[in-house]
């Protein structure tokens, strides 16, 4: 099977267009669709759907992707192995992450690593909301949890400590909950999924973050919003002590039941598609990350203004 054909499937998955893959690759389009048909005659299956407006990957093709993605990956690393691989990382590399985190930091470091690479496309999805990373054809995610799919391998990133706070002015209108009990006394902002949280205290015991109970609560999908209206005195929320942490130290957010913090050592993790070589373009950008947040942590020491 030809992979420079495979590369212009994956490319043509990602582009949405095969026009514009064949470009991409220095064909013209004619000899790239010619070449998609040639590769789906030789499978027995249309891997895109083509109309006069839009091309489409099909289940078929949803299926053959990451098998493809793995066969040039198996091409490279044979290559390099035998020292006549590319001396250069390129293509397209599709990031998935939360907005709020990628904001806060990883976009300050995508100038140093585009220098570092200036051969390797970045196409980043920033959203707080989970979604299938297969289907989504992406080549790396960054997500909180570990998920229960065999089809996908993780590296931990960082600890993503995760805490209870509320706002100076909200504390002082509605008092501060002196056990985890009396928190469905207080109006609480939970993230859209609405499920109960345990939390752990340093003695070990255990209490329920359940905004169901409480006497008012406010269900956000985004986690900036989430942090702004905490800021602005609607509630007590759960977040991630990265996301806060500035707002802490300013005393603009203050720690809620601060010996309580939720529990199973909460972490950031890089999902990838399970393959038994990784790409050079996915190793690369996974290094950077680990290499970068191990010297610098996320989860700095909570400064001591609690409640």
């Known amino acids: ?180 009990e009396d928190l469905a006394k207080h109006r609480l902002i939970a993230f859209s999924d609405l499920e109960p949280r345990t939390l752990v205290s340093s003695a070990g015991t255990q209490a329920l973050f359940d905004p169901k109970r409480a006497a008012q609560y406010l269900i956000l999908n985004d986690g900036l919003t989430q942090k702004l209206t905490t800021l602005e005195g609607a509630g007590i929320s759960i977040n991630s002590f990265w996301a806060v942490q500035k707002e802490l130290e300013n005393g603009s957010l203050v720690r809620v039941l601060p010996d309580y913090e939720l529990t199973n050592n909460p972490a950031l993790w890089l999902i990838y598609p399970k393959s038994n070589v990784v790409s050079a373009k996915v190793r690369v950008f996974m290094d950077f990350l680990i290499d970068h947040f191990g010297r610098a942590s996320v989860s700095r020491k909570v400064p001591k203004k609690d409640v």
Not at 18 to 23: D, L
Not at 54 to 70: I, N
Not at 74 to 90: C, D, F, I, P
């Open 1 to 180: 099977m030809d992979t420079q054909t495979l590369r212009l499937f994956v490319l043509a998955c990602e582009k949405l267009n095969i026009s514009a893959a064949g470009r991409t690759l220095g064909m013209a389009p004619a000899v790239a669709s010619t070449r998609i048909a040639k590769l789906e005659h030789l499978v027995g299956a249309d891997l895109l759907h083509r109309s006069t407006r839009k091309v489409s990957l099909s289940l078929e093709g949803q299926d053959f992707l990451p098998y493809a993605r793995e066969m040039i990956a198996q091409e490279e690393a044979a290559l390099a192995a035998l020292g006549k691989g590319r001396t250069k990382v390129s293509g397209t590399l599709r990031f998935a992450a939360p907005s709020t985190f990628a904001q806060l930091y990883i976009a300050p470091l995508l100038p140093v690593f585009m220098d570092k690479y200036p051969d390797l496309r970045l196409d980043l999805h920033l959203s707080d909301t989970q979604f299938d990373l297969i289907e989504g054809s992406y080549d790396l995610a960054l997500r909180n949890s570990v998920l229960a799919d065999s089809s996908l391998t993780a590296r931990k990133l960082a600890d993503d400590r995760r805490i209870l706070c509320a706002s100076p002015t909200y504390l002082e209108r509605y008092g501060a909950p002196n056990t985890p």
